[in-house]
């Protein structure tokens, strides 16, 4: 099993900048890629962003390529988003997400590709 506790979000407004951090702990030996989804009130869980663990390969949704840049701490176990220009849309909660299979590698930017969640913290973006 693998713990993931979410830290940062918050309120701020349009523009602005926000950071966020996931701590994995327990079998992180087995880490394939770590990740991050979103929801928004009424809106299904969408995909943002993952990092694969061994080589740092990185996705990005279109929706936040310029913006967000997500990077990883393999000797902490922690991934880091950090999240620029804000916008209103951004508003959700926000999501870790861990994988330690290689079904990532079919569906990254899906939840099926991922065996582990936080329990979210949440990102508001002032008009």
């Known amino acids: 099993q693998v713990q993931l506790v979410e830290s940062g979000g918050g309120l701020v407004q349009a523009g602005g900048s926000l950071r966020l951090s996931c701590a994995a702990s327990g079998r992180t030996f087995s880490l394939y890629a770590m990740g991050w989804f979103r929801q928004a009130p009424g809106k299904e869980r969408e995909f943002v962003v993952a990092?694969?663990?061994?080589?740092?390969?990185?996705y990005y949704a279109d929706s936040v390529k310029g913006r967000f840049t997500i990077s990883r701490d393999t000797a902490k176990n922690t991934v880091t988003l950090e999240m620029n220009s804000l916008k209103a849309e951004d508003t959700a909660v926000y999501y870790c997400?861990?994988?330690?299979?290689?079904?990532?590698?079919?569906?990254?930017?899906?939840?099926?590709?991922?065996?582990?969640w936080g329990q979210g913290t949440q990102v508001t973006v002032s008009a």
């Open positions: 990092i694969r663990w061994s080589s740092g390969s990185t």
């Open positions: 997400a861990a994988a330690d299979r290689r079904t990532f590698s079919s569906y990254w930017n899906s939840g099926r590709g991922y065996d582990y």
